[in-house]
């Protein structure tokens, strides 16, 4: 079980309510969020695209816009090389369409999961030679293709890397005192634009490739090179920033400064979007913003971007860049259906393996570790973070999965906030034949006769303790459900788009009367209570966690028989805390408060 903690800071609750036309359980949520003094909080709660920082500040962006002018007044051959995610497809799809827009000569390429791998490799830039390309411009990639690189550049083209992910590094230990520093590689480029980079001062280096690719075509942009009208530029980055922040969101970014300015721009946008492919993707999920209903970053994360992140699991990439890029709806459904359905065939291959991991797990010593790495031989290695994730939503423990695929094994990694987990994994690189990531999540590949080995490496290199291994629940306020208003719960979307580094407000209430129970949903893979509160109001409660683990939890505090009795509707005495966070739920016309279960105890 979590551990739960009230959040207790401190400030003057009242005169910010009052300050900013909020209550004050508002003003203490935010407070929460570490969010202080006037001129954040006004951000947090009215940031515009004014607010957004200047592309400028990005170390390499001036010279990286002035080469791709260079290159567009010649009508040199340029090819950008994406990556095979959401965040990659939009990068790459933001790169072409704004360079087109500027008159570039442009084509795309990106990898195929399986036969290509992650990134830029050797057979991508002997293509491009091939090809007559003059430039190659990486997006959400490169900056650890330093070999691929120096091979571009040995058949003498430009090459821009534009990435956000972690730059490669050596350490060394120092003669006087033993002490480590980093020796920090970066790859031969023309020029790097990657806010990671030694020497970027970016305000805010928690951005993704999207968003950097839509900051160096901002910088293009200003260059006005075409002599366009600014109304037509202001309607190219609309369409461009719906994509920045789609991959924000996708890509686990965390929510906070400029990210969430641009995400929640970026869904209003998308509430009347333009751009045929991504409507056509909302609409075959039934997803259709513009009657009435509103789009969230849930909507984002969890069915929009794992239809186009199937095309490169299961399929090509290159499909949700093609969907992106109709001209109209009639050419975009059939594709968008097609990403729908690989979905769904991606859900069943997921719940087989979890299911399969699970078993090898607490069926042996694996449960033991404090970093579990779980391979999965006959697993598709397309599924393999989808699968991590799960796996360390489940124990709360650093996770790899790993798969064999056609050349050693291949793996994904999903990590805790307390474990970093590139720089874990760069401690024991000589077991990878390639590797890269960041803090939360990681890519590798390595011989299939090292497995064990590195699963026990990593474990001994591991300094995790018992209490950064157990989740942490923070609660915002400790608040009776019968506090809970139609008025709170609009309030309470002041504080969208809620994900990473900005999560649902959660409340508390003890010994919250439980008076029936019934499994929901095709897989019974959610539970609706009828719970009564302590003015003896009852309300409809949501819980989409583990059944068997609750059901567990409740035979053994109040034996088998009253577990029995909630399914059947003849729960009495039945009491549990809640942590909660309340929600509105509208169905055939009907609209009512819903509380959603998040922990109990």
């Known amino acids: 079980m979590a551990k739960w903690f009230v959040a207790?800071?401190?400030?003057d609750f009242n005169k910010i309510a009052e300050q900013f036309g909020i209550s004050p359980v508002l003003a203490r949520i935010i407070r929460n969020r570490d969010i202080v003094g006037e001129e954040q909080i006004r951000k947090y709660l009215q940031g515009t695209i004014a607010d957004l920082y200047d592309p400028g500040?990005?170390?390499?962006?001036?010279e990286a816009a002035s080469f791709l002018q260079e290159k567009i007044e010649k009508?040199?051959?340029?090819?950008?090389?994406?990556?095979y995610d959401v965040d990659g497809v939009c990068a790459t799809f933001?790169?072409?369409?704004g360079l087109r827009f500027c008159g570039a000569k442009v084509d795309t390429t990106i990898p195929h999961r399986i036969r290509d791998g992650y990134g830029l490799n050797d057979q991508l830039v002997e293509e491009a030679a091939a090809d007559g390309i003059d430039t190659i411009v990486t997006c959400d990639n490169g900056i650890a293709a330093g070999e691929q690189i120096a091979l571009a550049k040995s058949h003498g083209m430009t090459v821009i890397v534009t990435d956000h992910h972690e730059v490669p590094y050596e350490e060394q230990i120092k003669e006087a005192g033993g002490e480590r520093e980093r020796r920090?590689?970066?790859p031969p480029a023309d020029v790097v634009v990657d806010p990671k980079q030694p020497g970027c001062t970016y305000p805010f280096p928690e951005i993704c490739g999207a968003?950097?690719?839509?900051?160096?075509?901002?910088?293009?942009?200003e260059r006005n090179i075409l002599q366009t009208s600014d109304i037509q530029k202001r309607e190219l980055l609309e369409e461009l920033m719906e994509f920045a922040a789609l991959a924000t969101v996708c890509d686990v970014m965390r929510l906070q400064d400029e990210n969430r300015i641009l995400v929640r721009h970026g869904l209003s946008l998308m509430q009347n979007s333009k751009n045929p492919g991504l409507a056509a993707l909302m609409e075959v999920n039934g997803i259709l913003p513009g009657q009435g209903k509103k789009l969230s970053a849930f909507h984002l994360g969890f069915v929009i971007g794992p239809c186009m992140n199937a095309s490169g699991r299961l399929d090509s990439a290159g499909r949700a860049l093609e969907l992106l890029e109709c001209k109209t709806r009639e050419e975009a459904i059939p594709k968008a259906a097609f990403l729908k359905q690989l979905n769904d065939s991606r859900k069943e291959m997921t719940e087989n393996f979890v299911k399969e991991a699970?078993?090898?797990?607490?069926?042996?010593?694996?449960?033991?570790?404090?970093?579990?790495?779980?391979?999965?031989?006959?697993?598709?290695?397309?599924?393999?973070?989808?699968?991590?994730?799960?796996?360390?939503?489940?124990?709360?423990k650093p996770v790899f999965v790993l798969t064999r695929g056609e050349e050693g094994v291949k793996g994904s990694g999903r990590s805790i906030e307390s474990y970093h987990m590139y720089e874990e994994m760069t401690k024991c690189n000589h077991f990878f034949t390639r590797y890269g990531g960041h803090k939360m999540a990681a890519g590798l590949s390595m011989r299939?006769?090292?497995?064990?080995?590195?699963?026990?490496?990593?474990?001994?290199?591991c300094r995790l303790t018992e209490e950064e291994l157990e989740e942490h629940i923070h609660i915002d306020v400790p608040m009776p459900v019968s506090y809970v208003s139609f008025s709170f719960v609009e309030e309470l979307e002041l504080l969208e788009p809620f994900g990473t580094g900005n999560p649902k407000p959660v409340f508390a209430q003890k010994d919250l009367l439980f008076l029936a129970a019934r499994v929901l949903g095709r897989n019974g893979n959610a539970i609706r209570f009828t719970v009564q509160d302590e003015t003896d109001k009852r309300w409809e409660m949501m819980y989409f966690g583990n059944r068997d683990v609750f059901d567990a939890y409740v035979s053994e505090k109040y034996g088998a028989q009253a577990l029995r009795d909630l399914y059947a509707g003849r729960g009495s005495g039945l009491r549990l805390s809640a942590v909660y966070y309340p929600g509105i739920n509208t169905w055939q016309g009907n609209t009512k408060l819903q509380l959603v279960l998040q922990q109990y105890q």
């Open 94 to 97: 933001i790169l072409k369409k």
């Open 8 to 11: 207790a800071k401190r400030a």
């Open 75 to 83: 009508q040199s051959a340029i090819r950008i090389i994406g990556d």
């Open 57 to 62: 500040l990005l170390k390499g962006i001036h």
């Open 358 to 396: 699970v078993a090898l797990i607490e069926g042996s010593a694996l449960g033991g570790d404090r970093v579990l790495v779980v391979f999965l031989p006959e697993c598709h290695e397309s599924i393999a973070g989808i699968i991590a994730g799960r796996l360390r939503e489940r124990y709360y």
């Open 448 to 461: 299939e006769e090292d497995v064990e080995a590195f699963r026990r490496e990593i474990n001994e290199l």
């Open 211 to 221: 968003v950097v690719a839509f900051k160096l075509i901002q910088a293009l942009l």
């Open 184 to 186: 920090y590689v970066l």
